[in-house]
């Protein structure tokens, strides 16, 4: 069982910056692959970014050039760097961990406000 716990989230205002962890209790942390999820009130979860074992990226159209994912495999930790934020940002935030055997993990969520 991968127990993932993040933390970061907070008001900002727009055009702001914050940065989200997300440590994980697993041993083979450098096995997973780790991303960013996000639910805002009424939408789906979406992704938001990830990163695969070997270090490739992904993001989503709506961050590029703005959210710069990055882990810490010494750490165990996942790390979300979001600049420019806008209301459209606004969302709870959930760190993901995926394993072809091990399985896929949740965390709780973090909340992210972008408001005046």
């Known amino acids: 069982q991968v127990q993932l716990v993040e933390s ?4 900002v205002q727009p055009g702001g910056s914050l940065r989200l962890s997300c440590e994980a209790s697993v041993g083979t942390f450098r ?14 979860r979406e992704v938001v970014a990830t990163m695969s074992a070997g ?34 940002d606004t969302a709870v935030y959930y760190c993901n961990a995926g394993h ?3 399985g896929n993990f949740w965390g709780q969520g ?3 406000n972008v408001s005046s």
Not at 70 to 86: E, F, G, H, P, V
């Open 8 to 11: 970061g989230g907070g008001l």
């Open 31 to 44: 096995s997973y692959t780790m991303g960013w999820y996000r639910q805002a009130p009424g939408r789906q």
């Open 55 to 88: 270090r490739s990226t992904y993001y989503a159209d709506s961050v590029k050039g703005r959210f710069t994912i990055s882990r810490d495999d010494a750490k165990s930790t996942l790390y979300l760097q979001m600049n420019s934020l806008t209301p459209e």
């Open 100 to 102: 072809a055997i091990a």
């Open 110 to 112: 973090t909340q992210v």
